[in-house]
């Protein structure tokens, strides 16, 4: 395995120790699968890091721990990328642990990896359950601060969340709905989130859910839930209820595949006159040009890895507290107003 990188700053990266990566760079025997691929990431993000390895001042190792499909964990990947120049008071070294998947199970494992090797502060996209909860309050117990980012844990120790106000989102979407459909539309609205134990994603459908009621008393909500926002399993959820269900009149997608969505909604032939969905990954932004998309609710990712970011520097003492900003703005993108840095 060739590199350019002292083993300690590869071990610091991985979390582990300088033998084993030794073990690993120098391809010896009796290392497991997931310790190379966890040395193997570590150099890649070694390289988009090269710049910060530079820099002087004191040096923060911040874990960033999120359960997402590949497309949006590259997308804050590179958001956390193009902050990491600009912040100010430390020299941040991020180290990622992304999942398609993160089951309790397996999110707990990593928390404790994560407390029994140290870090400086953790960003956390996972479900909300108790016993994350839990590990939340254990991480703050040894003095590793936990900033939630896209979706919150209201109820546990962590010690600020960044991102956008999903409740809002969702009766935004609800409003745009029902000034496109109109106030005497009937039918129903198919809704998808990728799992209702994400408290983002379900602020979402009760922030939609109370104001359709209000907007839209006539129509009716279908909801094909917890596919992941995966294709596969979301276009597996979303044809369980087209096979009983066509009347759609529109589709409000919290929790992506959207793709799969619409390739169901096609094979059912039914074509909605509105469909609004989440985020400008790669995907949307296709679905967007192909006017597939009416409209985008999107957020700005760097605006939130910044102020996740500088939560945990406050915490530490080295940036006043109120340097961390408020929750990134709402935005709504049709075909016509795509950003030109996204477009």
Partial sequence: MT?????????????????????????????SAQTRARVAAALQELETQEAQLAAKGRRLFFDVVVEAPDRFAREIRAATDRILPLMGGAVIRPRFEMHEVLEERRTLAILDRIARRGSHGICLKVRDVPLVRQAISDLMARGIPVVTIFTDIPASARIA?????NHSAGRTAAWLMAQTLGRGAQGAILTTLSNRQFAGETARFEGFRAEMAQLLPRLRLVDAWDGGGLNLTTGQAV?????????????YSMGGGNRAVLAELDRFGIKPQVYIAHDLDQ?????????????????????????AFAHLLAYRGLVPPNSTGGGSDIHVVTPMNIPEHRG
Avoid: C, W
């Fill in 283 to 307: 995907d949307n932004l296709a679905l967007l040009r192909a006017e597939r998309l009416t409209f985008v609710i999107d957020h700005d990712l760097e605006a939130d890895m910044r102020a």
């Fill in 3 to 31: 590199h350019r990188f002292p083993i300690k700053e590869i071990a610091l990266q991985a979390g582990l120790s300088t033998a084993t990566v030794d073990r690993v760079i120098n391809d010896r025997p009796n290392v």
């Fill in 239 to 251: 044809a369980g209820k087209l096979a009983v269900e066509r009347d759609i009149l529109a589709v």
């Fill in 161 to 165: 969340y960044a991102g956008l106000d």
